[in-house]
């Protein structure tokens, strides 16, 4: 299993973003231009997983100090095998901290992926977050941030939320 960094021109560009497309809500998910134009900022991230077949989509946002890891989907007919916490230690393996997005546990699903993510040593992060808009139209939508190697501190929660604000969110 490995992690490989693809672009539009990949024959598996497609099949990753048709995963992408059926994982994710429009409002959490870019539309294509969009997603075409931040692959070419250079701490952008569109990965796949693959070992035999495509096993997932990771898209994230590298920086110098921590990993945010913006879309993350395995395969539909690949849940519950253990992939999804193997790729979360392939990024670990980076050396820095990861910060993720979901949304509050409010039905099974949400509960399932919360759970998933505490397991796998995550924890949740006390400051009221928004997501940044991915498109000018959408609605503000709460969400919970969760961390690795620990609670971040006032000072990297606003760190990390300026960047997104900067960087991440569709001007």
């Not at 095998?81 to 670990?92: D, F, H, M, W």
Request: proline share 2%; hydrophobic share 40%; charged share 30%.
């Amino acid at each position: 299993m490995k992690l490989v960094q693809i672009d539009e021109k990949d024959e598996r560009f497609s099949q990753a973003c048709a995963l992408y497309e059926r994982n994710f809500v429009k409002e959490e998910k870019r539309e294509r231009a969009d997603l075409l134009r931040v692959m070419k900022h250079e701490d952008y991230h569109f990965c796949i997983v693959v070992a035999d077949q495509l096993l997932a989509v990771v898209l994230f946002w590298e920086t110098e100090h921590f990993i945010y890891l913006e879309h993350f989907a395995v395969a539909e007919n690949m849940r519950k095998r253990g992939y999804g916490s193997a790729i979360l230690e392939l990024l670990t393996q980076r050396g820095k901290r990861i910060i993720l997005e979901i949304e509050p546990p409010v039905d099974a699903y949400r509960i399932g992926r919360m759970d998933f993510y505490l397991k796998n040593g995550f924890l949740v992060n006390p400051y009221f977050h928004t997501q940044p808009k991915y498109r000018k139209e959408d609605k503000s939508l709460q969400l919970i941030v969760l961390s690795s190697q620990g609670i971040l501190t006032e000072e990297e929660y606003l760190s990390f939320y300026a960047y997104l604000k900067k960087e991440v969110e569709t001007k």
